[in-house]
């Protein structure tokens, strides 16, 4: 099996759907390939819902949409527990959760009770109900919507829940000639209708197996901890990122390194996703906000405050 062109089949076709984001496209598998989450915030029609339904299509994962709504309850995600006059028995009808790709759409718009339905899938890949422990389908990936913009009515995620999240990723406006061409495609139907399976699920698993078999360096992974510990004693910081943010740089450095035909992880892996890792697990202070210090502004500053280490050859 060529994992890379595993990884390349998936990018490519899902480009034919997400106009002109390539290395957007690319975080999103390699997401995937890392066996981790995915919290996509942007603004309003610019693809978020368009990139889940295209990874799952593409991939051949069972899909399921979930729309977080105040009213929604737990076991409108999970499932519940219904009794069968028949058997005289309870069956358990799973709910959208069950599925191995989900689309948590708009996730800051349901109360924290229903948010935190979904912390034991994420983190465990089991979900219990009525005390019996139900094991997630593999692959398992939960991929969340919000807004950035729009506050009112909206209950933001809590850090233990952004935390879970391997990547957050942002979408952005498309180009006028990215635009134009979207239009184009667009005139006559939606290009994801179209859209054919390049791989299967077992596919994926089997890209996940390789991706942990890509060699990081003992330096590389000092590396990877001084710069998620310079978050953490950063002045602007008041909540820097957490170990789970070491363990998902060096996952994404590792599918990085894949993607690129390496079996090795470079320091420019780490610094190119260390934003999109360790981003959203930051927590500025009060003071840092109010003058307009960015999350992106300090993970940068921590890059520069660290000295590169060189790269030795691997062992044989």
Known sequence: MDARSIAQRLVDNIERVIIGKRSQVELAVMTLMCGGHLLIEDVPGVGKTMLARALALSSGCTFKRIQFTPDLLPSDVTGVSVYNQKTGDFEFRAGPLHSQIVLADEINRATP??????????EERQITVDGVTHPTPKPFMVMATQNPIEYEGTFPLPEAQLDRFLVRLELGYPSAE??????????????????????????????????????VDPLVQQYIVALCDATRKHETVYLGASPRGSLAL????????LIDDRDYV????????????LGHRI??????????????????DCIRSLAVPGVRARSA
């Open 178 to 215: 990215d635009e134009k061409t979207i239009m184009e495609r667009q005139l006559r139907g939606h290009p994801v209708a179209e859209l054919e399976q390049v791989c299967g699920p077992n596919e994926v698993l089997l890209l996940q197996e390789a991706v942990r078999e890509i060699y």
């Open 113 to 122: 009770k229903a948010q935190s339905s979904m912390l034991e899938a994420m």
């Open 250 to 257: 060096q996952r994404l450095g590792q599918a990085r390194a």
């Open 266 to 277: 470079l320091p420019d892996d780490v610094k190119g996703l260390a934003y999109s890792a």
């Open 283 to 300: 927590i500025l202070t009060a003071q840092a906000r109010v003058k307009g210090q960015t999350e992106a502004e300090t993970v940068e």
